[in-house]
């Protein structure tokens, strides 16, 4: 069967270079959550990728890997997410860095597996935010940069990404009308059950990073949101 993440609603992003728990760990895999994401901005070490997923990967949950660095990644995972930074000033990061993968690598590639997104970095304190030189958009811009990736790119995920800071859930709204069959995926300082709903009241899947390591229980109750129904 082909892998999809097209019916995820939920998803958890564990960071590589955090230290997380057997136990935590396990909280977080049988949460009920549609699947683990693993990533991060920096010190994203092949070792450290490995070990992670060889952890994640004693539960049933699914994993995927949303790719930062060519040199860190394992072929452990069920899919891959390739990031293509829409709003950064330097094309390496929306065109070249995987260009350079697919030329090494794309022979080794299953195109099943691989899934590109558009990425749209919302805060200007996040460290993706910096490191990869994006230009804070406008309302307008996001919008254009949302039709680009449906109509342009045909993307299958556009992710408005405000790592490290609850969004503006007005845009959020804004960005779904203008997408059809792109899905949205909104992640960005989501503590709690209530900000999860709101998220998801618009966007097609909602990603939880920091608070699994800050307030892990309020974190599982954001897994609730795949209860109800909107
Ligand atoms: C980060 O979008 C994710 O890439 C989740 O953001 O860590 O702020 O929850 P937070």
């Not at 590589?16 to 049988?30: F, Q």
């Not at 490191?131 to 811009?141: A, G, S």
């Not at 007005?170 to 059950?193: N, P």
Request: with cysteine; aromatic share 12%; proline share 3%.
């Amino acid at each position: 069967m082909l892998f999809s993440m097209d019916h995820w609603r939920h998803a958890f992003k564990l960071d590589p270079n955090k230290e997380i728990s057997d136990k935590d760990l396990e909280s977080v895999c049988e949460s009920g959550t549609d699947g683990i994401i693993v990533g991060g901005t920096d010190d994203v070490t092949l070792p450290g990728v490995v070990d992670l997923v060889s952890r994640v990967k004693k539960y049933s949950v699914p994993c995927v890997l949303e790719v930062s660095s060519i040199d860190a990644i394992s072929p452990e995972f069920d899919a891959y997410l390739i990031p293509m930074v829409l709003n950064s000033q330097d094309k390496q990061w929306m065109m070249d860095v995987q260009h350079e993968a697919i030329k090494q690598y794309k022979h080794f590639m299953s195109w099943k597996e691989m899934f590109f997104e558009g990425y749209c970095v919302m805060n200007e304190d996040a460290k993706a935010f910096t490191y990869t030189n994006c230009k804070l958009p406008t309302r307008e811009d996001v919008l254009a940069y949302a039709y680009m990736a449906e109509h342009v790119f045909h993307l299958p995920y556009f992710y408005l990404e405000y790592s490290g800071m609850y969004g503006d859930p007005d845009l959020v709204y804004d960005v779904s009308s203008e997408l059809g069959q792109t899905k949205l995926i909104y992640g960005g300082g989501i503590h709690t059950l209530a900000e999860a709903k709101e998220m998801s009241m618009y966007a097609d899947m909602i990603v939880v990073g920091n608070a699994i390591y800050t307030n892990l229980t309020e974190a599982l109750q954001t897994v609730r949101i795949k209860q109800q129904s909107f």
